[in-house]
Every structure is written in C-alpha cells, then in structure tokens.
C-alpha cells in the first residue's frame, strides 16, 4: 500500500486513512531562508512547485567606462548585486486538498504573513489592536474568537501531544508559523494559519488554542502530533526538475475498498515509474552518506528529521552556487528508502535582451555569437543554472568593455515546470565618442607668481568608434599636444585599430588583430652616468611608427602576439636638437658632444623594420591574495634588414618567475595568504646591429632595486637574478629581496661603450627590505656597489 | 697635413759628418730591404720630451717646445725626404690631462692616424724618474686598446734626460737598466704580455739627450754617458725596429672601434631565429597548452 501525496496526482488527506498506507510521502514546503528567499508568491496553486511568480536572482554590473577603469585598476572587477531571491511558493506542496479551497485569498494572505512589514504598513499594529474583552485565563476555541477583532498575541507555544511537554522556540517547527508574539492578528489570519500547518503534511494533527490574558491579550497554544513515518536507512536523491507534472485523479469518496487499493497501486506504480525516470541529482556521495548516517541515528523518520533533511540538501546546492535547487517532495515514505526530489533548476532556454536607457527592450547593435562566446557552458540549455557561473558570465561580459549595465537573472521558465531561463540583459555603450580636454600650464613667473606658461592652449583630443558591425571592432585616436597652435613640437598620437574573432566570431580560437600608429617619447636610460658622475645630459628617444600583430589568447593570462613593427628613431637632446652622439661631461667641466652614437646610422635618425613576437605562459593565480604559480616570457625582435643601415638583428629576451608557496594553505576568504618565495631570471641578448637605444640597461626598480634607472650600465647581453621572501603581514606582506645584475662583459660589445663611458659597473647587486602598502611598495635596499642603502617608494609589482 | 708638400730633408747636414755617415747608412740600408717610407709614431707623458725628440731627430725646430707647458695641442706629423726616401715622424700631445689619461686626445690621436701605417712606436718616457706607477700602465693600456697588442711589436722605448748623475750607489748602467727593466715590466703589464710572450715582443731601449748642454765627443757629436753618440744610436734601433720582420700597423677604422660586435654572429641569425623558435616558443606553447589542461576548474564547471 502506498501513496505519496506530495505531488497533486497523489493527494491524500491527512486522515486515517494515511495511517494504513504502508508508504506515503509528504511534502516539507521550503520556508523562506533568511538570506536569499522571499516568499511572495500566491498559494492558489496546489501544485507543489510553484515559481513562477518569483522574482529572479539578479546579477547587475552597472558600471560606466569610466568607474571600470577606476575599479580595474582598483583591482574590483564589477559589482555584483543580488538583491534578491524569491523562490515563490517553489518547493510547497499541500498535503491535502484543503489547500486548494484557501486558494483565492492565499497569495494575499501569504504575502503578509511572510513579510511581517508589509503587515506593518498596512495597519499599525503596535498601537491598533482590540482586548479580547473575556475573563482572563480561560481557553477559548479558534472558532469562538469575534471575527472583528484584531487579536494580539502575546505568547505562542507548541505542545508536542506524544511526549507531553512544550517544545522549545528554537525548534524548527517555529519556522513553520509566521505569528510572532506581539503580533496582532484577526481570527481569518489565525484560522489561515492552523490551516496552513493542518496541510503541511508535518502533523498528524494539529490545532490551535487561545487563552486570554488579563491585560486583553491573548496567548496561542499550538498543540500538534507529529507526522513519523516508518524507519528508512537508505537515501535517495532525484532530480524531479522539468519532469511532466502528472495530472491529480480525483479521488472518489465512495470508492470500495478494493478500488482504493487498485488506485494506491497505481499510485505506487506510477512513483516508482518517475524516480526511474528522474535524472540523478548532483548532491555528491558524501552529503547523500551524510545524510544517510542522519537516517540512521533517527530511527523513525519523523517530519523534523525531513526538515533538517530537506535544510541540509539545499544547503549543499546553496552552498555550491546552484541558487534557484529546491527541494520540493519526500517520496516513498514508510519503505527503506527515502526519496528526495530536487528540482536543481535546469536551463532551459538563454535569452539575450537589449535595453534601450530607459529600459525598454530594444534591437541591439552588438551581435548575439559575440556575447555568446562569452557565456560559460554552465550557462547554456541543459545545465543547471549556478550562480557563480552567472558570476562569471558576467565578468567576461563586462570584459568586452561593450555594455554600460548587464544583468544576468535566472527565471523560472512559465512554459516548462521547473525549468529556469536565464536572460542576460544588456545596455549598450555609445558606439562613438570623442572628447576635448584641453589645459593651460600655469608656472612660477616673475616674482615666484603663478603666471600662465603660454597662452596657447594644450590638451588632449579623442575619439572613439566602437564595437563596429557589432563585432567589438573598435577604432580609436587621440592627439595630446602642449601647444595646439605648434603642435609640431610634441604631438604625441595614437590611432589604433582593433578587430577582434579573426578566426571567426564562432570559432573558438580567440586572435585578435591590432594595427596602430604612435609615438612616444622617453628618456634614454642607456645615457645615464653610473654613482660617480652626477650629470650626464640626457638623450630622449622619440619613436614614430606603425604597428600589426595578432594576439592569440590560450587562457585567460597566457597569449601569443607576433606582428611587424616598423619605426623611425629619432634620438634628441634636452634643447630637443637631433643628436647623433651621447654627451659627456670631460674632466675639465665642458661638455663634449662626442660620446657613444645613439643612433645605428650615426645619423640621429634610424628607420627600420622589424618582426615581434612574445610569448607569455601565466598561470599564477591568487592564493589568499597572494600570487603563486609560474610565469615565462620570451620577447623577440627579429630584423629585417629593412631600414638605416639595413639592420639585421635578433633581440631575444626571457623571463621566468617562480612564485613558490612555501606553506600550505586553506583557502578561502579571510584565510592567512601562504609565504611566498619568488625566484626570478632575466635574460637578455641581441646578435647583429645593436643601436645604443635597444641596448639592454641594468638598474633600477624593474631591473635591479636600489640602482636607478640605468646605473649600472647598458649592455649587448645581460643576466638579471633575484629572489624575493614575502611573508603575510595581516592583510599585506612584507619581504626581503636580493638581486643581481651582470652585463656578462658584454657593455664594450654596444658601439661606443656607454657603460664605460660614463664609468658605470657593469653589474652590481642589492639586497633590501620592504613591505607593500596598497599599491605602493615602500623598501629600503642596499646597493652593493657603494655599500650605501636607500628608502624607496615604487607603485606597482617588482616581479 | 698629409697633403702638405713634404719637404726636402735639409736639416740633415747640420748634423756632425760622423753622424750624418751613419745615417746615410742607415738610410741605405732600409732602402735596400725596400724600405721607402718610415713612419714613426711618438707616444707618451706630458713633459717627457716627445717634441725635442722629435726635433732631435730631424735636426731642426720642426715642432715647438717650451719648456713648462705642452706646446702641442694636436697631433703633427714632420715629413722628411731624402733621395727618395720619406721620413714621417708623427708627434702627438701628452696622453695624461689631470691626472688620468685623457680619451679625447687619445681619440684626436686616433682620428689623425686614420689610414696611416706605423711603422715604429716610440714610447718616451724620462729616464730620470725614479718609479712607475698605475698611471704609465694606463697609457700603456690605453694605447693597446687603441691600436690593439700587435702594436708592441713595432715599438721602443725611448729614455730622455739620459744625462744625469744617477743616485747614490747606483751606477750609471746599473741605474739604467733597473730603470728599462721596471719599465718594461709595466709596459708588459699594461700591454697584457704573458711572461711566455716575452720573447716575442722584445721591446729595444734607447737613450736620448736632447738637451743643448749635452756631452760631445770628438766628432762634436751628442754622446750618452757612456760615450756612445745617440743620435746614430736611435736612429740605428728605430732602423731594427722597422726591419725586425713585422708588418707595420695599418690604422684603420676596424683597428680603431675594435671588431665591429654587430657584424658578430650576424650570419648564425637565422640559426638562432629556428631555434628559438623550435626550443623556446613551441615548449612554451606545449606548457601553456598543459596549464590549460590542468587549470583548476570551479567546483560548478
């Protein structure tokens, strides 16, 4: 004999006549749990799950451009608000038919007893209730209360009828009532709620009695027998999500006796039909053991017991990001087994929605494959929706820079039970902007006065198209000049162009083209004297050219780009006039202009063209907020022999740098970062034309620390090693370091020999102490060359 | 200056018959092993007499002196001709400026040997200094850097001030060779001579007196303490030096900036362009592919 009366098609009332079913499951309503869930959905429905009516999860990133780029250098790669989850009346099933006579009034009902608030908005209840106007201390019958009067509760107490006693308020069965003491409540809502736990399918029997106070309020007293079922010591857990919600047969009161048990047959037939049918569930072998061992311990299986059941299984799903997982029936109750049915929210369909900035839905600009090959497949029809993959749906979204607000919201899928759909709203960016800046400097003048440098205006002028056919092509410029009216003098440009999925928006490799054209200027560090000389005039290095390579991204941090580069240098002193030689300080004082050529054809001018490649392989990741992992970089330039004095030249250069974790760690928020050891080699190498500004350079804060830039010499091949310990400090880190550079005797190899020319080492060491605050590292590290330390502050990561 | 008309070697008859014998002589003798031109370069300290050598040599005042400051701001080069036979001896300014050697004269220097050939180096120094210090090995090195070992070998030392009464104890030719031995010994140091090379590079020393006041023997020719006349003497060991059977030093620009470290390995390229390929770029692509495999995933992936 069995019958499960979670689900409609198997009703039963909570009668006797359940007492002679051998099995029969009942159905545990998924409160609202204190954090994600807000029941706010109608109780019409008799069905058990009812989500429709809930209002999704929601993942915002509202971000303008501009906050983006704060936060990503921040480190803070969007907000993710998830305001709220309401599960409506998901996972409640009516134990029996009488749920389905409150149906009309319930949602309004339901909506005020699980939002005591919205209760208190709607009559002040603090100050407006009535005296029950009865002699104090008498127990009155529920159906003897005045239906005008608004009751006010000042105790509610559970008396458990089979042990005797009182249960404690922190029992779960108080999750089960929404009357508070200090509530006040008419007799409709008191009669709604005895009714409520009449059909919850947890009591036996359960009823509800009122006694008076002498100060007119009035104390509930609820007493109830537990529902228990028959001892079960093996578990089962069932996916029921976007199964066929099987139609309830009306069950005939005048049934004989023999057509009952044909219809509880059927009945059992067709359960067991449906946990054949059912998927397995994701809730892994040591929860469901867990679970089991739970069982066990029980002995009976009472409603409690599935209470904590049910707490425990959706606390995994919860736990794991699978956000919209219920538990929605226990099956198969009074045999060995118990039956959990989840409903684990299937995706069933992935809807991509443009909004217009008012909201509306509207035709995008941006085409579908390219969000697309953004989303996780966790996220794609079939899975069961989890939230973090919602999290990382929106990170790689919010990655393409296309999109001002996106949202990505499970909802339940109306067409098909249990199912969910997720929707990824987006609003799009302005394709094209530009934008004008302009600055005047202001400079001590006369007098120490702030005085205007010039009155012609400087600044900045930009524009950008993006996201062109849709496709996050983007083509943008910028002018920046001191002096718009002269900009000849130092116009700094850059017009670049980007296009992205050039295997293809549908082909998972990701390159990405880019041809730009710039300039920059910098000062030479290879014209810099070493700790003896103090002034060595300096050399800019202006570059002017154009640029194509193809960045072929493997993971996330790992990529490959290769391109041709082809460049004027134009090497200039500080009065900005071309100078084909470095400066040098003589003895005597003057300045002689014959020092090392900065330029390959002598000239102060080199054009040339080039091929570049780099490969870098990063797999560091954050452990606790500390980096651990491996990262190797191999920069080539390969001449082409194409340029001022043909120049044919392989510049090679590879870093690697081990960041080794040296205790293991927990991970998680909050955990102490492991210490960390980092391990770091650089070389450096170039054969064939060589001009002194791609010389390799030793010193300073990238190179070695406690050198400037440069001090230590500018060379044809270099060697750079280094250590670093990094010991947690509470939320930062402190470390020592030690570092060393050579030119591996390879600075007399440069044409004109700046190192020796402006008496610098060669190669040199360090070793220091240091502790990072925010962005800044703060260290003090000893130069060895003069045995002499220093206290630095640098912004940004040595390594 | 190497287009300046070379003049007619005159001043040859002032000098003493009996010098002026052996000269001929001399002369001779190079043009028998085809010897046509001899081009002698003078190196070394401020003050050491370089140009009253080189007046010495030639017989008149060809290059001005004084005595308390350098006269020469720039290289010179005296040509002299004689029966067809050219005599170019190239007087440079003192390598040493304030206590270390001055690189912008040793480049004026070099720039004015360009694409001349030496044929003897006269390394002068004082005889009458009593020690050498860092700073002779410097210019010695300086000069190595610049015109590279081989130099040495067409080289002599040239001892001025040879007339002097040496100290205490010490006689004339004792102090003498204690003198050319020590600098020898920092010539070599400075050169980067191994002691095996020794033989190789035997640098010849001469004496010279260029003072006025200088001894005369009977031939009213100019004679060292020993009594042998220097003159005939120099000229005799500058003779040997430019017939000891090694080429003469051709300046040229590879010889000046050192090999050209950017022709270097230039050839081997695309050698090392296929291997970095093949052993760098393609391991790595094979690490990244592995990390990818092996990333950790989250628990919902």
């Given amino acids: 004999m069995s019958s499960s009366f979670a689900t409609p098609s198997h009703l039963l009332p909570l009668t006797s006549s359940r007492r002679r079913s051998n099995s029969s499951s009942t159905t545990i309503f998924c409160l609202p749990s204190p954090t994600s869930i807000n029941n706010q959905s109608s109780l019409a429905s008799s069905q058990n799950l009812k989500p429709s009516k809930s209002r999704p999860i929601l993942l915002t990133s509202l971000l303008s451009p501009k906050s983006l780029a704060l936060s990503a250098a921040s480190g803070i790669l969007f907000h993710l608000s998830i305001p709220l989850f309401n599960s409506g009346g998901g996972g409640r099933g009516d134990g029996g038919g009488g749920g389905r006579g409150g149906g009309g009034e319930g949602g309004d009902f339901w909506t005020r007893i699980f939002s005591p608030i919205a209760v208190a908005t709607d009559d002040d209840p603090q100050k407006e209730w009535d005296s029950h106007g009865l002699p104090a201390n008498i127990v009155v019958q529920l159906n003897k209360l005045s239906g005008f009067k608004k009751y006010k509760v000042s105790e509610i107490v559970f008396f458990d009828r089979r042990r005797g006693s009182t249960i404690g308020t922190d029992d779960s069965f108080f999750e089960m009532v929404s009357l508070r003491p200090g509530g006040v409540y008419t007799k409709a809502q008191l009669q709604k709620e ?22 007119g309020t009035i104390n509930i007293t609820i007493p109830f027998l537990e ?10 857990c069932i996916n029921v999500g976007l199964m066929p919600q099987s139609k309830p047969i009306e069950m005939d009161a005048d049934m004989t006796e023999k057509e009952k048990i044909d ?18 569930c994701l809730l892994p072998p040591p929860v469901q053991r867990e679970i089991m061992q739970m069982l066990r311990e029980q002995g009976k299986v009472s409603a409690r017991l599935l209470q904590r059941i049910r707490d425990r299984v959706q606390q995994w799903y919860h736990e794991n990001g699978y956000a919209c997982a219920q538990v929605v029936n226990f099956g198969n109750l009074n045999t060995k087994e118990v039956v959990c049915e989840v409903v684990e929210g299937d995706i069933t369909q992935l809807v991509i929605q443009f909004q217009d900035k008012l909201g509306n839905v509207c035709e995008g600009n941006t085409q579908f494959p390219v969000i697309k090959r953004e989303l996780p497949n966790q996220l794609r029809q079939g899975q069961v929706f989890n939230i973090e993959a919602g999290k990382q749906a929106l990170r790689n979204i919010n990655s393409l820079a296309l999109f001002s607000n996106i949202e990505v919201n499970p909802r339940p899928d109306e067409k098909n039970e249990g199912g969910i759909v997720v929707e990824v709203k987006l609003k799009e960016l302005e394709q094209k902007s530009a934008e004008v800046s302009t600055e005047w400097s202001i400079v001590p003048g006369r007098g120490g006065r702030p005085t205007l440098a010039s009155i012609q205006p400087g600044g900045t002028v930009s524009f950008e198209h993006r996201n062109i056919k849709g496709l996050n092509r983007s083509l943008l410029g910028s002018v920046t000049t001191s002096n718009f009216l002269n900009p000849q003098d130092d116009l700094a440009f850059k017009l670049e162009y980007v296009h992205p999925y050039l295997d293809g928006v549908y082909n998972p490799r990701n390159r990405t083209f880019r041809t730009s054209c710039f300039n920059s200027r910098k000062l030479s560090p290879v014209f810099t004297g070493g700790p003896g000389i103090e002034e060595v005039p300096p050399i800019w290095v202006d570059r002017t050219g154009i640029k194509a390579n193809i960045t072929e991204n493997f993971t996330r941090q790992s990529k490959f780009t290769y391109g041709l580069v082809m460049e004027e240098i134009t090497t200039r002193d500080e009065s900005n006039n071309i100078s084909a030689n470095g400066q040098r300080v003589l003895p005597s004082g003057g300045v002689s202009a014959d020092g090392p050529p900065t330029t390959l054809s002598g000239t102060g001018v080199d054009l040339m063209a080039f ?22 970089v191999f920069q080539l330039d390969q001449g082409l022999g194409i340029g001022s004095k043909f120049p044919f030249f392989n510049r090679h250069q590879l870093t690697v740098t081990r960041f080794l974790q040296l205790k293991q760690v927990e991970e998680g928020a909050g955990k102490a970062p492991p210490p960390v050891l980092v391990l770091h080699g650089h070389y450096g190498g170039c054969v064939g034309d060589l001009p002194s500004y791609d010389a390799f350079t030793l010193g300073g804060p990238y190179s070695v620390r406690g050198y400037n830039m440069g001090e230590l010499g500018a060379a044809r091949n270099i060697l750079e090693l280094a250590a670093e310990l990094r010991i947690p400090v509470r939320i930062t880190h402190a470390y020592v370091f030690a570092e060393h550079g050579n030119d591996l005797g390879s600075s007399k190899d440069v044409k004109g020999n700046p190192t020796e020319v402006y008496r610098r080492m060669g190669q040199g060491s360090s070793y220091g102490i240091g502790m990072k605050l925010g962005l800044v590292r703060a260290e003090y590290a000893v130069d060895h060359n003069t045995g002499t330390g220093a206290i630095f502050f640098r912004f940004g990561e040595r390594f | 200056m190497s287009a300046q008309l070379i003049k007619e070697w005159t001043a040859i008859h002032q000098f003493p018959a009996a010098t002026q014998e052996k000269l001929v002589d001399l002369l001779g003798k190079l043009k028998n092993q085809d010897v046509n031109t ?7 300290k401020c003050g050491v007499g370089k140009s009253s050598t080189v007046n010495s040599i030639i017989g008149e005042r060809v290059v001005t002196v004084s005595a308390f400051q350098s006269e020469t701001p720039r290289p010179v080069m005296v040509s002299r001709s004689r029966s067809g036979f050219t005599l170019n001896i190239i007087d440079t300014p003192g390598l040493v400026e304030g206590g270390y050697i001055s690189d912008q004269v040793l480049e004026t220097i070099k720039r004015f040997l360009m694409n001349k050939t030496i044929d003897v180096l006269l390394y002068v120094d004082r005889l009458d200094s009593y020690r050498v210090d860092n700073l002779d090995k410097q210019i010695v090195k300086a000069i190595t850097d610049s015109f590279g070992k081989e130099i040495w070998h067409k080289a002599m030392v040239v001892l001025t001030h040879a007339q002097l009464s040496p100290p205490d104890a010490l006689s004339y030719e004792e102090f003498f060779s204690k003198r050319s031995e020590s600098l020898l010994k920092c010539l070599r140091q400075g050169a980067r001579i191994s002691k095996n090379d020794v033989k190789n590079f035997a640098i010849p020393v001469a004496l010279v007196e260029n003072s006025g006041r200088c001894n005369k023997n009977e031939f009213d020719e100019k004679i060292l303490p020993m009594g042998t006349p220097w003159i005939p003497n120099l000229v005799h060991v500058i003779t040997d030096v430019a017939l000891n059977g090694k080429g003469g030093i051709l300046v040229d620009k590879k010889l000046i900036e050192g090999p050209n470290a950017n022709d270097r390995g230039k050839i081997f390229i695309p050698l090392i362009l296929a291997f970095q390929y093949f052993f760098v770029i393609k391991p790595i692509q094979k690490w990244i592919k592995m990390d990818a495999a092996t990333e950790d995933k989250p628990s919902w992936a």
Wanted: proline share 3%.
């Fill in chain 1, 194 to 215: 005895l009714e409520t736990l009449a059909t919850c399918g947890m009591f036996e029997k359960v009823d509800l009695e009122t006694k008076t106070n002498p100060d």
């Fill in chain 1, 611 to 632: 091929l570049q490649a780099n490969i870098t392989r990063d797999n560091t990741k954050f452990l606790n907020g500390a980096i651990v992992g491996e990262r190797n």
């Fill in chain 2, 38 to 44: 001899l081009t002698i370069l003078v190196m070394g």
């Fill in chain 1, 227 to 236: 529902s228990t079922w028959q001892s079960a010591d093996r578990f089962r």
């Fill in chain 1, 263 to 280: 219809y509880y047959r059927s009945q059992e037939k067709d359960y067991r039909r449906r946990i054949e049918r059912a998927r397995p």
